[in-house]
């Protein structure tokens, strides 16, 4: 991809009105745009990386056995009503009436749906311990939304649900998810978020767990044991001032929520009439568990974890792009050739380049730009390519440079590239 | 993936409340369940074909330079008050406040957005001639939704958005995006999809084309001349009993309208400010271009196309299954073994396989379960592969039958899908 191509501007300028790190730099590097309070455009940029977090999360669900559907957006709101939350939630929850007058939803989470789906689809113990799962918007009128994406009113969720006959079976596929989702954490570079005991909240339930990747910028409270390592959510210790466990000391630290799994029981089933014939032919309610990942607040904790002062500096695994090249020094037809051959064997080879060629920016403004960014690798094209056909390629999280011969230039970086993923997956 | 992990079922009675082919396969064979009116959950098989189809559509539309971004669903009304769509559409339209009482529309469509950050992101004649596209949930409370995929509330859209200084930028990008359709719609497998003239409708503009597949079951009537082959929607061509053209008779057609594009104008950008200085200074306004697939009506339309009596009959290109595993005769351990390792082998090599590991159902429920579902290439192991060791791969579409033995079954499948692919390519 070029730069002259890209839909939007990266911006110069330091905002003010800015809460976080992440909301600074997704907006100035070009990734995201805000429509409005809480609702977000992901421009070309803040989408690959998106995708890439998403694909990382499809890899380890399907792994845990779980398969993927794609539920509504607008739901009926009848299902609402029959478990309660229609009249228990607050303004969170949108509520309009369609053409006919008939109630409706945005869908904020969906343990009705696939309860209701369930209703019809499962009917003997045979139909049990599957989990379904989908990444799909989701709208919660937040009264408090904040700048940037950490806590947006519209935002992309991967929400997953299992079904069971015992809560044996619930546990098993809790368990499975926990560590489907600590997986998942580890590969995005967020190894060492924590899972910690929660309070079931809206969803209700028996039990639930909340991860918890810690940053200053957070807003939830957890509660650390120094010598057990058992941890929970403010919202579960209150004024405890020592681990309910073991009695140690606690260390309070700050932390975003970026999932949530919860063993809910039959309080959704129930109430929609989900229950399967058991092997002896008895018919008995149907366990439920839920198990949610916040992909888009994802995208903005790991912009606040991997960054620094020039800008983005995401991993290999997430970043939006694989190669930034640049041709500095004077204006010279053959290296716009080379550029224009990188960007063609790049495509082929599966990396993501994007080649700066804006004529009307000087050196300095565009290297300002490739820092901001936050390519895995910047590409420089300039004098010593000229002089003795070498090209720079400058790791952006490292620093450590790399010069190679022009001509097998989409090979190094294929290989830096690899090598860099397998480098930060054995720290992360 | 195998069929006793499914989530959902198959159902054998052919229902009378439907509407169309692909309402009742579609039901029946447990790719989607309908939710509300005109609203669906796609299941795992649904998802997986829609998936397949989205893949050519991103295919060429960023070979075509169009570049993928995600707006909202939830629009702030101003930008719709502006553009005074707020007040001329009718209640398709989706009008809520939210909690601090503020206008908010569901998007049915995203010209207002994407000209709200046209008129941040865009400044001189080197921003313009670009293309951004999305695949995302529009929904649009029409008075008559339809049982199945053909027309419903909420449902999947491509849609493209261009940006122009001149009507020579827009007039060719619009003829890009047409060739764009023409090669998708053949690689789906509707290559007979005709570009008809249309009228603006609620978009506005100077000039637009719909994509239509032609379809008894369409809502749409088409006037075809038997001469000179150009097609407009009756909307345009009226109660004209001639070709406009060349005055040669007429034909009429039925088609569902499959995708449709707009020359736009001004009418968004100046409505909202979208303006940039040519190469002389000047201030000019922005020229604007949208485009439209239906992507979940792809499916329904492609079921249409392709089926029979007994089920679904995709192309490979779009199947939700490659392969479908039976096992027949008396149950041998050997067997279940075999189809074990063909399912593992399968997954590493790209290969979508289920097999149908049911051991309460018949035979022949099986067999009529593997038609419905419409795997391009069935896979059947028995009597056969004990005595000689050999399987049988029976096309789906063509009933061709190919014996080889089960060592290179999953290199013969990798094969035969090839050859589908390659033959279906030619033919559509």
């Known amino acids: 991809m070029r730069f002259t191509q890209l839909f939007g501007r990266t ?7 800015v809460e976080s790190a992440s909301h600074e730099l997704l907006e100035r590097a070009c990734y995201v745009r805000q429509h409005a309070a809480g609702i977000y455009t992901y421009l070309t940029l803040g989408l690959k990386s998106l995708r890439r977090i998403e694909a990382i999360i ?5 792994a845990a056995g779980a398969q993927e559907i794609l539920m509504s957006m607008v739901h009926d709101a009848d299902v609402w009503k029959r478990t309660g939350r229609y009249d228990s939630i607050d303004a969170t929850l949108v509520r309009f009436k369609d053409r006919r007058g008939h109630d409706c939803v945005l869908g904020m989470t969906h343990e009705e749906i696939v309860a209701s789906l369930a209703a019809t689809e499962l009917r003997s113990y045979r139909d049990v311990d599957v989990v379904v799962y989908q990444i799909q918007t989701k709208f919660r009128d937040e009264a408090r939304s904040r700048g940037g994406l950490l806590r947006t009113r519209e935002f992309l969720m991967k929400d997953a649900y299992s079904l069971h006959l015992t809560t044996d079976g619930l546990a098993k596929t809790y368990g499975d998810q926990a560590s489907a989702y600590a997986r998942i954490f580890r590969r995005l570079g967020l190894g060492d978020a924590a899972m910690v005991e929660s309070s079931t909240g809206l969803m209700g339930g028996k039990q639930a767990h909340e991860f918890m990747c810690f940053l200053d910028v957070g807003e939830d409270t957890v509660a650390v044991c120094r010598s057990c390592g058992y941890a929970a959510n403010i919202d579960v210790i209150g004024d405890a001032q020592n681990c309910t466990r073991c009695g140690a000391s606690l260390e309070w630290k700050r932390g975003v929520e970026i999932g949530n799994i919860f ?19 008895t018919r008995r309610s149907v366990i439920m568990g839920s198990y949610g990942i916040g992909v888009s607040r994802l995208l903005a904790c790991l912009v606040e974890r991997f960054h620094d002062d020039r800008g983005i500096a995401l991993t ?39 080649w700066d060629d804006r004529t009307d920016l000087s050196a300095g403004e565009r290297l300002t730009d490739a820092d901001l960014l936050g390519a895995t690798i910047r590409v420089t094209l300039g004098r010593d390519t000229l002089a003795d056909g070498t090209v720079e390629l400058r790791e952006r999280r490292s620093g450590r440079v790399h010069t190679v011969s022009a001509d097998g230039a989409v090979d190094a970086l294929f290989r830096l590239r690899k090598d860099i993923l397998i480098g930060e997956s054995s720290v992360c």
């Not at 009439?273 to 002896?280: E, I, L, N, R």
């Not at 930034?324 to 993501?352: F, K, N, P, W, Y």
Request: aromatic residues 2%; glycine residues 8%.
């Open 263 to 281: 063993q809910l029981g039959t309080r959704y089933t129930d109430a929609l009439g989900v229950a399967v014939t058991d092997a002896h032919g």
């Open 11 to 17: 911006l110069r300028e330091r905002r003010a009105d």
């Open 58 to 62: 499809r890899d380890e669900m399907n």
């Open 316 to 354: 290999a695994a997430t970043t939006a792009i694989d190669a930034h090249v640049l041709v500095l020094g004077r204006r010279d037809e053959s290296l716009q050739t080379l550029a224009s051959s990188l960007e063609c064997e790049s495509r082929e080879r599966g990396i993501e380049l994007l």
